[in-house]
């Protein structure tokens, strides 16, 4: 089930939103804030309780690995706009933003800052909307 994952603008270079019943639109958008606010509170928890039991793009458990790394290595803060729905199905919607990453290693001030897009897939489970796979389309 390998579906393709991405945006549609329309003439004004804008993303098309898809169409969402109100109910899931803002449980997917309280989803999508508690992601981004429990990585920048480098909560590990907090951060892996808004992430799928089995998800799609990556595993779990490398994931954590990998992200307990980057916390203790790096203060990075994720600044995002322009959050929109662009695909909608019962039990799985991808969310799309403009993303600022900024991060600097720890205790000092060097670092760097990259933005680019960002797509992430979330999946229905128990109810809950959880993070599948995420993909960043950095920008020229």
Excluded: C
């Amino acid at each position: 089930t390998d579906q393709e994952v991405g945006f549609t603008l329309d003439d004004e270079g804008d993303v098309i939103a898809a169409e969402v019943p109100e109910q899931d639109k803002q449980e997917l958008f309280d989803a999508y804030g508690e992601y981004i606010a429990a990585f920048n509170a480098e909560d590990m928890d907090r951060y892996m309780a808004t992430i799928a039991e089995n998800p799609d793009g990556f595993d779990r458990e490398e994931d954590q690995q990998a992200l307990a790394e980057a916390f203790d290595n790096y203060d990075t803060t994720y600044t995002t706009s322009d959050e929109t729905i662009v695909k909608y199905e019962e039990d799985r919607a991808e969310v799309f933003a403009t993303i600022n990453v900024e991060m600097n290693e720890s205790g000092t001030d060097q670092g760097m800052q990259q933005s680019g897009r960002q797509v992430v897939v979330f999946k229905k489970e128990q109810g809950d909307w959880k993070v599948t796979s995420l993909h960043f389309i950095g920008n020229q």
